[in-house]
């Protein structure tokens, strides 16, 4: 059975750090793409990054390129996103994805499989 845990949501204030993981079981991440989304109230969900298993490319939304950093462990079967000078307007809850792939993409219709996602609040 395929399972997404994230985890490492917070309250942070603007400028600050966070660290979400994305724990996979049920299957390996050697073999599948991992997509970060994220879905503030009212709004539609976004990609936010993706990683690819067949050559470990990484993508970034625009709004988060330099800020963010996306990487997998898999001896860990995890994988993480690295936030940095985090802003008032990345609050939202973020979710984990992955699909029966091993190419990443920023498009939700790609994945078939969520987390139950890890709330992220910036603010001061």
């Known amino acids: 059975q395929v399972q997404l845990v994230e985890s490492g949501g917070g309250l942070v204030q603007p400028g600050g750090s966070l660290r979400l993981s994305c724990a996979a079981s049920g299957f390996t991440l050697d073999y599948y793409a991992i997509g970060w989304f994220r879905q503030a109230p009212g709004k539609e969900r976004e990609g936010v990054s993706c990683?690819?298993?067949?050559?470990?490319?990484?993508d970034y939304a625009d709004s988060v390129k330099g800020r963010f950093t996306i990487s997998r462990d898999n001896a860990k079967n995890t994988v993480y996103l690295q936030m940095n000078s985090l802003k008032p307007e990345d609050t939202a809850v973020y979710y984990c994805a992955t699909g029966n792939t091993g190419w990443g993409s920023l498009l939700k219709d790609e994945y078939d499989y969520w987390g139950q996602g890890t709330q992220v609040t910036v603010s001061s």
């Open positions: 990683i690819s298993s067949t050559d470990g490319s990484t």
